[in-house]
């Protein structure tokens, strides 16, 4: 199946939005917080299948500025191969799932304070590839991220996209998210609560 479409974020000025920043922020800003629950509307429409569902993500902990720093530097420094190894190794940060699944943990868990006085958080994770992508690598097996953008108001209420099949390159201060799927899924009706012990 033919890329049929590219995102590109410019870091400068847009570290909020991305996964990874070479700004150098406090870790009050980015790395405290509790646990935290959020539930999703997912509305997908792209050229791999339509339809919605409810998303649950589940925030156990929030990365570390030391895990972060890893992940960037590896990205620079050795590419998306070794960033994708580097990020199957992190512990997990919490889950994502659909009522009906089984969880699936991410690596992944970035916060900071938007300018409206609420939050923009970036998750992410290795994609499940199964057994018959392993075996026959199609097109897709080139696209191992899932990337969750997620801008919560002050009343933990927000919005987001959820990228599933995504491809991660840096080229000097910006990251490039390529999704195999022409539009990622849309993330509405986002509501937070603390996560229950």
Partial sequence: MPITSRRSLALLGCACVALLSVVNLRTSAQTLGEPEDFTAIAIVNNNLRSGAGTVLIHISRWSTDMERTRLIETLQKKGSDQLLDELQDMKSVGTIR?????????????????????????????RPIGFWEAVHRPR???????????????????????????????HKNVVELENFATQPVMLTEITSKPAKP
Avoid: C, N, W
């Avoid at 009522?99 to 992410?124: C, F, K, M, N, T």
């Fill in 98 to 126: 659909t009522p009906d699944s089984l969880a699936y943990d991410l690596r992944y868990a970035h916060q900071q304070p938007g300018e409206d006085g609420g939050r923009q958080i970036v998750l992410a994770t290795d």
């Fill in 140 to 170: 897709t097996i080139q696209y191992p991220f899932t990337v969750i953008q997620m801008q919560i108001g002050r009343d933990g209420k927000g919005k987001g996209t959820l990228s599933i099949a995504t491809k991660i390159v840096a």
